[in-house]
C-alpha cells in the first residue's frame, strides 16, 4: 500500500485536525468519570463538523470508551461509514509486556474498549529503550496486522535513532506521534528526513502547547502555577525554550501574522506544523464536555501561510534556546518535560534487563549474561563489575541468541549496541554517564560517521575516551562492534 493509501485509509491525506483526548484523564483526575453518552454525542458533534479523526490512548482515562460508544451509537442509528470515525489509540506497555500473548491480551482490550475489530491505527510507546522488548512487541503486532485486527501500526514519542532500528527490520510503520510546535521544532531536523525517506509520517502533538500558543496569553504574566496537566507540561517546555519572554516575542510574530489573514493566534501556530512536509495531521486537545473549537479550527482548512509568513514565524524561532536531545526524549532523561515532571522514579522502578550475578569465590565481582549464543561458547560475560570498575566486553547488534538486528544500517546497529552497553552498566549500578573509554570496531570505514553520531548523542555529557578502527571483517553478519569501561 502507497503512502497516500496509507493516509487516505486513516482520514489523513489533507492533513486533518486530529482531536486528542488526552485531557479526559485529566478531568476524571479526581476519580469520577465523564458522562460516557453525553461525550459521545460530542465526538459525533465534532466528526459532524468535518473533525472526524480522534487520537487517545490506554491510559487516557475511559476515552477509549467514549469513542467506542460514539463509534456504537452512529452504527445503532445507520450513520456509521468508514469515514465517519477514525479513532487512532495507543497501547503504553511494561518492559515485561513483551510476550505474544501480553501484546494480544494488551491489543484485544483495546478492541473491546473500543468495539472494534480492525483498529484503525495502533502506536507503540516504550518506556526504556535499554530494554529491547519493544522488537518483539512490534514483531508480534505485525502479526495482530496479518490477522486483521490492526490496519496500520505506528509509534508515539519514539527518537529518530530507534525508529531507524525498527524500520531496519522491516516493520511496517505508518506514523510516529511526536511533539512538534513553534516552541519546540526538534521533529523538523533528522526525524523528518527519515521520515521522508521511509515514507513515515509524523502525527503532531503539542501544536498550542498546552493552549499556551493563544491570544489569551499575549502580554499575559507569567503564572505562579497552572491548573491542568496539559498545561503544566507546557510551562516546562517554555522554560525549557528560553523563558517567558522569549516565548511572549514567539506569541507576538504569530499574531502579526495572524492580523494579517484575520485568524486566531492558535489558527496560525497550527497551521505552521500543518505545512511541514513530514507532517500528515496536528492533534488538538479537547477538554471535551467543557468547551469545544470546531468553529476555530475550520479556519485551518483553508487557511495557507506564505513563505514570508514563515519565515517570519522562524525569525522569532532562532531566538529560542532548542529544546533539549531529540524526539521524546523528555520521558526518558533529564529534563523530564512532561506533565508529571520527574519520571526517573518510575524509569529506575523497571526492572533490570540482566539479571547480577556474584563470581564464586571472587569478592567484590559480580557479572551479567545477554543470553547471546556466543558467550558459552567462548566462555565470557556480557559484562563485569570488580569495584567501582565496570567493563562491558565487545558488543553486538544481537538480539536474543542470534538475531542480528540493521544487518545493512550501520546507525541502527549502533544504536541497538549502545542500549545493551547502557542495560549492562545498569544491571551492574553504573551508566553511561559514569563511562570512561569505548572503542569502536567497523568493518567499514566509510561508515563513521553514522556509527559515530550515534554514539555522540550517547555520550555528551560524559566524553569518554574513544577508539575508532576500522578491521578487516566482524564475526557474522555485523558490521560494528564496541566495548565501553565505567568508574562509579
Not at 216 to 229: F, M, T
Not at 373 to 389: D, F, K, L
Request: glycine residues 8%; aromatic residues 8%.
Amino acid at each position: 500500500m502507497s503512502s497516500r493509501d496509507v493516509l487516505q485509509s486513516l482520514g489523513l491525506q489533507d492533513k486533518a485536525v486530529i482531536t486528542g483526548l488526552w485531557q479526559v484523564a485529566d478531568l476524571e483526575r479526581d476519580g469520577s468519570e465523564l458522562d460516557r453518552d453525553r461525550a459521545a454525542e460530542e465526538l459525533i458533534a465534532y466528526a459532524q463538523a468535518g473533525f472526524s479523526c480522534f487520537d487517545m490512548a490506554d491510559h487516557y482515562g475511559s476515552a477509549e470508551l467514549i469513542a467506542g460508544r460514539a463509534r456504537q451509537r452512529l452504527m445503532d442509528s445507520g450513520h456509521l461509514t468508514d469515514s465517519s470515525l477514525n479513532l487512532y489509540t495507543k497501547w503504553c506497555p511494561q518492559p515485561h509486556q513483551c510476550t505474544r500473548q501480553a501484546v494480544r491480551d494488551g491489543i484485544e482490550e483495546r478492541r473491546e474498549r473500543l468495539g472494534m475489530e480492525t483498529l484503525d491505527l495502533l502506536q507503540l510507546h516504550w518506556w526504556s529503550f535499554d530494554h529491547p522488548g519493544y522488537i518483539d512487541v512490534m514483531d508480534y503486532l505485525m502479526e495482530l496486522k496479518q490477522e486483521g485486527w490492526i490496519r496500520h501500526l505506528g509509534l508515539t514519542n519514539f527518537d529518530t535513532d530507534h525508529l531507524s532500528v525498527l524500520l531496519s527490520c522491516g516493520h511496517e510503520i505508518a506514523t510516529n506521534q511526536v511533539c512538534l510546535s513553534v516552541l519546540d521544532p526538534r521533529a523538523l531536523a533528522d526525524m523528518s528526513e527519515v521520515c521522508m525517506q521511509n515514507d513515515v509520517r509524523l502525527l503532531a502533538y503539542g501544536t498550542l502547547a498546552g493552549g499556551f500558543l493563544g491570544k489569551r496569553w499575549l502580554d499575559a504574566e507569567e503564572p505562579c502555577s497552572v491548573p491542568d496537566w496539559s498545561k503544566m507540561k507546557y510551562h516546562r517546555f517554555i522554560k525549557a525554550a528560553g523563558g517567558w519572554a522569549l516565548y511572549q516575542n514567539m506569541l507576538h510574530a504569530l499574531n502579526d501574522v495572524a492580523l494579517k489573514h484575520g485568524v486566531s493566534v492558535s489558527n496560525i501556530a497550527t497551521r505552521w506544523v500543518m505545512q511541514q512536509p513530514a507532517v500528515c495531521g496536528v492533534i488538538v486537545g479537547a477538554r471535551i464536555t467543557e468547551r469545544q473549537h470546531t468553529d476555530d479550527n475550520s479556519n485551518l482548512l483553508s487557511l495557507e501561510l506564505s513563505n514570508d509568513d514563515i519565515a517570519h514565524i522562524n525569525k522569532a524561532g532562532e531566538l529560542l534556546t532548542p529544546i533539549p536531545g531529540d524526539c521524546g526524549t523528555e520521558y526518558r532523561r533529564p529534563p523530564f518535560l512532561t506533565a508529571s515532571g520527574d519520571l526517573s522514579d518510575h524509569l529506575e522502578s523497571l526492572p533490570p534487563v540482566y539479571e547480577k550475578q556474584a563470581i564464586a569465590g571472587k569478592v567484590d565481582r559480580w557479572r551479567v549474561s545477554s543470553g547471546s549464543e556466543y558467550e558459552p561458547i567462548c566462555g565470557y560475560s556480557r559484562a563485569t563489575r570488580v569495584g567501582n570498575r565496570v567493563l562491558v566486553s565487545g558488543t553486538t547488534a544481537t538480539h536474543g541468541e542470534s538475531r542480528v538486528i540493521g544487518a545493512n544500517d550501520f546507525r541502527a546497529q549502533t544504536t541497538y549496541i549502545l542500549d545493551k552497553i547502557s542495560a549492562s552498566l545498569a544491571s551492574l549500578g553504573a551508566s553511561t554517564g559514569d563511562v570512561v573509554r569505548t572503542r569502536i570496531y567497523l568493518s567499514d570505514a566509510s561508515q563513521w560517521e553514522a556509527v559515530s553520531r550515534v554514539h555522540g548523542r550517547y555520550f555528551a555529557d560524559c566524553l569518554p575516551a574513544n577508539t575508532l578502527v576500522e578491521v578487516s571483517s566482524l564475526i557474522g553478519d555485523y558490521g560494528v562492534e564496541i566495548e565501553a569501561e565505567a568508574v562509579i
